[in-house]
């Protein structure tokens, strides 16, 4: 018997917002690349640029796009900057793979708005709140992680949804009387 395969995820962010701090910015890069340690150590098969930056091969203009439309599903860390980049407010010269990962979301948009609500994910972490989410995003999932730890406050309720594992389960229905 095979076992099923793991679903896999993409986390979309912005590396950085403009009126950031150098300790900010490493703040920000730890809980987002804390958040893909958790997924992957509970199943999930989560990406991140950070972990293939000193590979050769990867193609810049392509992977973020490629990224978006391959995953099972793509989680959105949101925050002032990429706020700015899938709004096109931010410097045109910054942020260009956040941009292409926003701009693909929005073809998946485009061509089937429940796929895109199904697959796309909003998760709050530390260091950043509400405020961040474009205003058109407010239709999907969101996820507030004030923990990495396997908890209500932690990545629970973001891994019951990448796995499917409802919480409560719908009892059988009995006979009508």
Partial sequence: MTSPMPPTALVSWAHK?????????????????????????????????????????IDWTRWGQEMVRDSDFVIVAVSTAWKQ????????????????????????????QHDF???????????????????DLHRLNRFHVTEFADTDGGIQRLLRMLLNW????????????
């Avoid at 150098?22 to 804390?34: C, F, G, M, Y």
């Avoid at 410097?91 to 089937?112: H, M, S």
């Avoid at 919480?167 to 006979?175: K, N, Q, T, Y």
């Fill in 166 to 177: 409802p919480r409560h389960i719908l009892p059988e229905l009995g006979p009508c009387a």
């Fill in 85 to 112: 980049r899938w709004e096109g407010t931010n410097v045109p010269t910054a942020g260009a793979g956040a941009v292409v990962e926003a701009d693909t979301l929005k073809g998946r948009f485009n061509e089937n």
């Fill in 117 to 135: 609500q199904k697959r796309t994910l909003i998760v709050v972490l530390p260091g950043s709140s509400e405020d961040a989410l474009p205003a």
């Fill in 17 to 57: 917002n403009t009126d950031w701090s150098r300790e900010q910015e490493k703040e920000w890069e730890t809980a987002v690349r804390s958040l893909v340690e958790r997924l992957r150590a509970n199943g999930i098969d989560a990406h991140i640029d950070l972990y293939y930056q000193s590979d050769p091969s």
